[in-house]
């Protein structure tokens, strides 16, 4: 199994990015008009909460590093963990 992500036995909830059991993926929106960039968020305590506006794949990594996410470059490409809406993965403009 995926190092930064493990099963919790009971449930679907997930023990995640933070280390506690919380709702993923880590969403990146669709590209905003005009400027570019992904609006990302997650779900954590019933709530939405964003991360930030991601620029790049280098973006993203950032903000799950600052998250906790143990290898964030790996996780880019694991549905179970970021989730793309809106656009084509690793596609940063409109």
């Known amino acids: 199994m995926v190092p930064y ?3 919790r036995v009971q449930g679907t909830a997930r023990r995640g990015i ?10 990146v929106h669709e590209p ?6 992904r ?8 709530r939405e ?3 930030g506006f991601a620029y ?3 973006d993203l990594v950032v903000f ?3 998250a906790g996410v143990a290898d964030p470059e790996a996780a880019l490409n694991d549905p179970a963990c970021v989730q793309w809406r809106g656009g ?3 596609q940063w403009t409109s």
């Open 88 to 90: 084509q993965a690793h």
């Open 56 to 58: 790049s794949d280098h």
């Open 64 to 66: 799950l590093e600052a």
């Open 49 to 51: 909460e964003t991360l």
């Open 39 to 46: 609006r990302v968020t997650r779900r954590r305590g019933g």
């Open 5 to 7: 992500l493990r099963q």
């Open 32 to 37: 905003s008009r005009p400027s570019g960039g």
């Open 18 to 27: 933070l280390g506690v059991v919380e709702s993923l993926p880590v969403v």
